[in-house]
């Protein structure tokens, strides 16, 4: 069930929501700003954080961004600090999983866990196939698609066109 644990966290920042279910944990946080840069980076690169029952090391993240985070980009970013780097975004259309883009994307040979494959959709049930698909090929950690503003993905209302529509991407997140 939903459970709130509201509060300052680990590194200043305020907790304002957690959402916890099997299979599923979203800690929604509001960055409590410095104005010293150098306290900021500390707390970034020393600062432990968890995902689940993933530990990272520190709050460096390198985000999904179709035709960068590619996996030698990713292993590079991890090696120069990065406590965690997801892959670039993969389908949840089944009929394209077998493509080299999409096998390529999803490829983590050689990465240190936990292994984070992005998926995009609209369907809540080939999104859910899509994840289980991942899981199945090393993924610890789903990331859904809900921030894309590239036009391709939106007109297809993905990316973050699903935060137009809360039923659909609660849906999809259940």
Same mark, same amino acid.
């Given at each position: ?108 040979? #050689?990465? /240190? ?10 369907? @809540?049930? $080939?999104?859910? =196939? &899509?994840? +289980? ?13 809900? #921030?894309? /503003? ?10 973050? @066109?699903? $935060?137009?529509? =809360? &039923?659909? +991407? ?5």
């Amino acid at each position: 069930g939903h459970q709130a644990h509201l509060g300052q966290g680990e590194g200043g920042e305020q907790v304002v929501d957690e959402l916890s279910e099997p299979g599923f944990h979203a800690v929604i946080v509001e960055r409590v700003g410095t104005t010293d840069w150098l306290q900021s980076r500390l707390i970034f690169e020393q600062t432990p954080v968890r995902i689940g029952p993933h530990s990272l090391p520190n709050r460096l993240f390198v985000a999904p961004m179709a035709g960068v985070t590619d996996r030698p980009f990713r292993q590079l970013c991890r090696r120069l600090g990065a406590g965690y780097a997801v892959s670039e975004m993969v389908t949840s259309r089944k009929e394209l999983w077998g493509s080299l883009k999409t096998s390529r994307r999803a490829d983590h040979t #050689g990465e /240190p866990g936990p292994i984070a494959v992005q998926i995009a959709g609209t369907d @809540a049930a $080939m999104m859910a =196939e &899509a994840a +289980a698909y991942n899981i199945d090929r090393g993924a610890q950690i789903i990331d859904i698609n809900m #921030g894309c /503003p590239a036009k391709k993905v939106c007109n297809k209302w993905a990316g973050s @066109a699903l $935060m137009r529509n =809360e &039923a659909l +991407a609660l849906e999809i997140v259940e």
